[in-house]
């Protein structure tokens, strides 16, 4: 088994549609997804998302979950990490000799050919496919352990996307995401090597006693998986086709950032909502050409939603095995 594993789910083909079932918007190449909880707990009855009183609290983000197909998640047992793209890459069998100049020109036209089909099924370039570092290439390993620094890079390249939702009057939410990834990159920075992954920072100040200790990487981390968690049940909202993105934001906030906040800052946020753009406006800052189909950037959108859950569920389940959410420390 590799060491770490991309959180990027592979390549999938749609499942059968059935009655009463929450259709993703548009028409795209991904299954009809269910929310799910962690511990098996279903977050769907007909329309509505309900979150049931039996959710342990905190309770755990809606996961966009898919059946995985395990031949197409394979990879050699030498490689330290699998990446999301090395399975989209086809590889020469190998020979009892050296290769030849043959076979070396039709291996490389061989990756050729797969390289121009994939970009032939990408209709236009997104938000989500011209980030640098993204959340399905963060490493996630079989303990659920999150490589920190491809989780803060991938954090990073989000941050625009707070601008895509309400500009200006969504600054205080970008910069509390910031101020957080600062944070963590400082404890970070200061031993790559001791620190590789989020829970090695939080069992340090588990350690020292220091997690609630003013600025703690521990508190950072706690603040920046709320955040991200209201990213995530937002793109929830818009691939499965809410039409007003005013109410998708506000449904978000709903199920994440308000139990945390008090009656002030949840009038202001009331207020920032009705700054979110029009659908069909935020799909064109999102990448979608003039005259043209959504069905992309939804795509895109939830292959960055399924990698973002999975890295939020595996954080939730570490602060809570260690008690390091709860309402008492909001």
């Known amino acids: 088994e590799p060491l770490f594993r991309s959180t990027s789910p592979p390549l999938i083909e749609p499942l059968p549609r059935e009655k009463n079932s929450y259709p993703i918007h548009a028409t795209l190449e991904a299954p009809q997804f269910q929310f799910s909880h962690p511990d098996g707990i279903p977050l769907i009855s007909g329309d509505q998302i309900i979150i049931p009183e039996t959710v342990p609290s905190p309770a755990f983000p809606p ?134 992954t989020l829970q090695q920072i ?54 994440t950032l308000k139990r945390f906040h008090g009656w002030i800052v949840r009038g202001v946020f009331a207020l920032a909502v009705k700054a979110v753009p029009y659908r069909k406006n935020f799909m064109k800052a999102l990448g979608m050409p003039e005259g043209g189909s959504e069905e992309q950037v939804v795509h895109d959108a939830v292959s960055m939603a399924n990698a973002l859950g999975n890295i939020l569920s595996a954080i939730n389940l570490y602060y809570q095995k260690h008690n390091l959410d709860t309402a008492a420390t909001a």
């Open 63 to 196: 996961v966009l979950s898919a059946p995985v197909d395990a031949a197409s998640n394979s990879s050699s047992p030498s490689e330290p990490f699998a990446s999301a793209a090395s399975s989209r890459i086809a590889t020469p069998v190998a020979s009892d000799g050296p290769p030849n100049d043959d076979e070396t020109d039709a291996a490389a036209t061989a990756g050729v050919v797969v390289e121009r089909k994939e970009k032939a099924k990408r209709k236009y370039d997104t938000f989500f496919s011209k980030s640098l570092h993204r959340f399905e290439d963060v490493g996630v390993d079989s303990e659920s352990n999150v490589l920190t620094g491809d989780f803060l890079a991938a954090c990073r390249q989000i941050l625009p996307f707070i601008d895509v939702i309400g500009g200006t009057a969504f600054a205080p939410v970008k910069m509390d995401l910031n101020g957080n990834i600062a944070k963590l990159t400082k404890k970070y920075e200061a031993n790559p090597n001791k620190f590789q």
């Open 202 to 255: 939080v069992n340090n100040e588990l350690a020292t006693n220091s997690c609630s200790a003013k600025n703690s990487a521990t508190d950072a981390l706690l603040w920046l998986k709320r955040g991200l968690e209201f990213i995530h049940s937002f793109l929830i909202e818009v691939v499965h086709g809410q039409p007003d993105l005013s109410v998708a934001a506000g449904n978000a906030y709903g199920r």
